[in-house]
């Protein structure tokens, strides 16, 4: 897998989408409940919408927390799973330019 491939699934970070996944499950429910019809088609282009925007939001976040300091000042022994973001700049993985414009695209 290239380099920005490997980056731009660490910023897309697919365990979290369940955080969106669940409330769009529960709100065709109730509208399916509500309405008696459902259209899939409508219902994937949201999900897919949501992930795209989840994915822009991780990468806006990266290129201010990079462009601020509040990554790069974040030292090796200090590092959790809560601090830093998803480090791909600071590791390497992607460049402040690849993060912008994965946040562009993803969210407009």
């Known amino acids: ?19 969106s ?14 309405e008696k019809s459902f259209n899939f088609l409508w219902f994937l282009l949201a999900l897919i919408g949501v992930y795209l925007i989840e994915i822009g939001k991780n990468a806006v976040n990266e ?10 000042f974040v030292t090796q022994d200090k590092r959790t799973p809560f601090s830093g ?8 993985v ?4 690849e993060a ?4 562009i695209v993803t969210i407009f």
């Open 63 to 72: 290129v201010v927390d990079y462009i601020t300091g509040a990554d790069r």
């Open 94 to 97: 992607l460049t402040l330019e």
């Open 21 to 34: 996944t669940i409330p769009m499950l529960v709100g065709a429910t109730f509208a399916y409940v509500n």
């Open 85 to 92: 973001g998803k480090k791909t700049i600071v590791d390497g």
């Open 1 to 19: 897998m290239s380099r920005f491939w490997k980056g731009f699934w660490q910023l897309a970070d697919p365990k979290i989408w369940i955080a």
């Open 100 to 103: 912008k414009w994965i946040g």
